[in-house]
C-alpha cells in the first residue's frame, strides 16, 4: 500500500535528545568501515557537535581511528600532530586550529564546536594509548603542498632526485604567484608542462617510498602532499573549462585521499568523514547526475562492498548560521528561514516539531524513494534568495543510509 512521504516519516522517525539516542544508528552502522557525516550547511552548531558524539561512540564502541574533514591537507596535519602529542610546542587546539586554518572560509574549522572535539581526540589518545588520526582531504592546497614537499626532501635529501623533481616543479608555478584564478586562466601556455611535472614527482615519491622515513607519519605527509599538488593543479585547469568537470575533480582527489588512507594504515582501519551533504550524498539520487555531477559519497560506494559504506545525512528546519554574503567576505550571522513548503525539511517539522533520526532499511527505504527538494547552504549564502538555488532534488534513502534532523538549529562559534 503506497503511504506518503509524511506518514512515513511519523512512522519511522525516532525521537533524538541525546547520545543515548543513537544507539539504532550504531547499530544500524554494524560492521561498516567508511562512515560519511554530512551537514546541510557549514556553519550549523548542532551539526559539529553531533557529529563529534556521533564520532566519539564510533572510536570507542566500533574501533574507527581516521577521522577525515572537507579541509586542506597542510592546515589539517597540525592538529593531527596535536592530538598524536607529535609537536608539543602547541598550547591548545584553539591555537592550533585558529594558526592552521587560514584560508578562507575559516570558520569551518576554526571553531569552538571542532577545537572541543580535537581536545577529545588528544586526551583519548593518550589515556588509551591510542592513535587516532585527523586529516584534510580537500584539493585547494596547491602552494602550500608543493612547499611541504620541497621543504621536507631538503631536509631529508636535498641532492636527491625527487628534490630536484619537486624543485622543476614548483618553478612550473612560479608565473602564477600563487593566485589561482592567474594559474587557471593561464593554463594553455604553461600547464601541459606543469601536468607533466607534478605527475612524475608523485609517481617518483611513491617508487621510491622505502626512502622516506614513516617516523610521525612523515612519509604519508610527503606523499599526500604531492597527491594534492597533481590533483590541485588539474583542479585550477578545471575551473575556467567546466564547473561540473572541477567539482568532479575535487570529489575523486578526496575519495583517492581517502583510499591513500585507509591503504597507510592498513585495510581494517576504519574511517569517519565529515563533509557537507552535497559530496557525502550518493550523487546520483541528486540531480547532480543530469550534469554529470559526481561525489565521493558516491564514488565510495562503486568501490566498496555495500555493508561497508555508511552515509548519514544532516538537516534542519530553522535558526541561525555562519556564512557570507560573497567569496572571501566577512563571515556573519545569518537567520536561517524555515524550510521551503513541501521540502524535505518542511515535511520533517511539519511530522512533529522535534530533533528526530530516520534509519533507512531494506523494509522502509522503498516508502522515501520519492523526489523532495532538500537544502544545501554552503559558505555563500543570502537567505532572501534561497528558493533559487539552495535546494536540491532528491530521493532521499537512495542519497543517505540515515538522516539525523534538528528542528531548530543555532551558528557554531567562530574562534
Avoid at 532538500?374 to 534568495?385: L, Q, S
Wanted: hydrophobic share 35%; aromatic share 12%.
Amino acid at each position: 500500500m503506497d503511504i506518503t512521504l509524511e506518514e512515513a516519516i511519523r512512522k519511522f522517525a525516532q525521537p533524538v535528545n541525546n547520545q543515548d539516542d543513537l544507539a539504532p544508528l550504531i547499530e544500524a552502522i554494524g560492521d561498516a568501515k567508511i562512515v560519511l557525516l554530512g551537514e546541510s550547511t557549514h556553519g550549523t552548531s548542532e551539526f559539529y557537535r553531533w557529529r563529534a558524539d556521533l564520532s566519539k561512540q564510533l572510536i570507542n564502541e566500533k574501533g574507527f581511528s581516521l577521522i577525515a574533514v572537507e579541509g586542506d591537507w597542510p592546515s589539517a596535519y597540525p592538529v593531527h600532530r596535536y592530538i598524536n602529542n607529535y609537536d608539543a610546542t602547541s598550547e591548545n587546539a584553539r591555537n592550533v586550529l585558529a594558526q592552521s586554518f587560514t584560508r578562507w572560509p575559516t570558520w569551518m574549522w576554526a571553531n569552538e564546536e571542532v577545537a572541543e572535539f580535537v581536545e577529545w581526540l588528544k586526551q583519548y589518545n593518550a589515556s588509551e594509548n591510542k592513535q587516532t588520526g585527523f586529516y584534510g582531504i580537500d584539493v585547494y592546497s596547491l602552494w602550500e603542498s608543493m612547499d611541504e614537499v620541497i621543504r621536507y626532501l631538503n631536509d631529508v635529501d636535498p641532492a636527491g632526485g625527487d628534490a630536484e623533481l619537486a624543485r622543476q616543479a614548483f618553478s612550473c608555478f612560479d608565473p602564477s604567484n600563487r593566485n589561482p584564478e592567474k594559474y587557471a586562466a593561464s593554463y594553455a601556455t604553461f600547464s601541459a608542462s606543469c601536468i607533466d611535472e607534478v605527475t612524475r614527482l608523485l609517481a617518483s615519491i611513491r617508487s621510491n617510498a622505502d626512502l622516506y622515513s614513516n617516523k610521525e607519519e612523515a612519509d604519508l605527509n610527503l606523499q599526500i602532499n604531492s597527491l594534492v599538488a597533481k590533483n590541485a593543479e588539474q583542479y585550477y585547469r578545471a575551473m575556467i573549462q567546466s564547473g561540473a568537470e572541477s567539482w568532479n575533480v575535487r570529489d575523486r582527489h578526496m575519495a583517492e585521499t581517502v583510499n591513500e588512507l585507509r591503504k597507510y594504515h592498513g585495510p581494517e582501519a576504519r574511517i569517519i568523514i565529515w563533509e557537507h551533504n552535497t559530496h557525502i550524498g550518493d550523487a546520483r539520487a541528486t540531480d547532480m547526475k543530469d550534469d554529470k555531477m559526481i561525489n565521493i559519497g558516491q564514488l565510495l560506494r562503486e568501490q566498496n562492498a555495500p555493508e561497508d559504506v555508511y552515509a548519514i545525512g544532516f538537516g534542519s528546519y530553522e535558526g541561525t548560521v555562519i556564512a557570507a554574503e560573497s567569496w572571501e567576505a566577512p563571515s556573519e550571522e545569518m537567520h536561517l528561514p524555515p524550510g521551503e513548503k513541501n521540502s524535505w525539511e518542511d515535511l520533517l517539522h511539519k511530522t512533529g516539531a522535534y530533533d528526530k533520526l530516520l534509519v533507512f532499511d531494506d523494509s522502509n527505504r522503498h516508502m522515501f524513494d520519492r523526489w523532495v527538494g532538500h537544502r544545501a547552504v554552503g559558505v555563500v549564502y543570502n537567505p532572501e534568495h534561497e528558493s533559487y538555488g539552495n535546494y536540491v532534488p532528491s530521493m532521499i534513502s537512495q542519497r543517505y543510509d540515515a538522516f539525523l534532523f534538528f528542528d531548530r538549529t543555532k551558528a557554531l562559534k567562530p574562534l
